[in-house]
């Protein structure tokens, strides 16, 4: 699940040139927030890059009252790292050195839903590997023109299936779609 601009940026954080920080806040609604839980269900496991932790660790342990604030914080955090003993804000689970492996362990547990927040890094990781089932933009009616990008020059080109959408009266697209796998190439 990720909060993109229509010109494809996801960062949220200033710094390196980016004064854009809070783009989304004026386009959050009871609706949107109810199509994010919706989504992501009430009981779901969580993949996470380090950097994404880092940043999640600073907000979400303090932001328990609220229903996405509970079932965040509830949720097994699974991260990419090479400093796994450094993860305070759990419950924590473990990937292991080969992060590829690891999440094939995690999704055949039969475990709840294992979501991607942020993190591009992994999601381009996890396409390339066929490790995701679907892909859910909110996608909001702005241009950004610079910052970090969702999907890198070193994705894959990849196939989705559309499965569905929704409008929340702000304007936020959020759309849903299978991954299907490696795009073929045009004859």
């Given amino acids: 699940m990720e909060h993109v601009s229509l010109d494809g940026v996801i960062q949220h954080e200033n710094g390196e040139g980016f004064a854009y920080g809070d783009w989304t806040t004026p386009y959050r609604s009871p609706a949107g927030l109810e199509a994010v839980m919706e989504a992501q269900g009430d ?6 890059g380090r950097r994404t932790y880092d940043l999640w660790t600073g907000y979400w342990p303090n932001a328990g009252g609220s229903p996405i604030g509970k079932s965040i914080n509830a949720a097994t955090k699974y991260v990419a790292t090479h400093r796994p003993d450094s993860l305070e804000w759990g419950p924590v689970g473990n990937l292991g050195a080969d992060v590829i492996e690891g999440i094939r362990s995690v999704k055949s547990t039969g475990g709840p839903d294992l979501i991607v927040w942020g993190s591009s890094t992994l999601t381009s990781v996890l396409l390339n590997h066929g490790l995701a089932d679907e892909v859910v933009l909110m996608i909001y009616p702005v241009l950004l023109g610079r910052g ?15 499965v569905s959408t929704k409008t929340t009266p702000t304007g936020v697209l959020i759309n849903t779609y299978r991954h299907v796998g490696a795009l073929p190439k045009p004859i």
């Fill in 43 to 48: 009981v779901f496991d969580l993949l996470l």
């Fill in 148 to 162: 970090k990008r969702f999907f890198s020059d070193t994705t894959d080109p990849r196939e989705l299936a559309f």
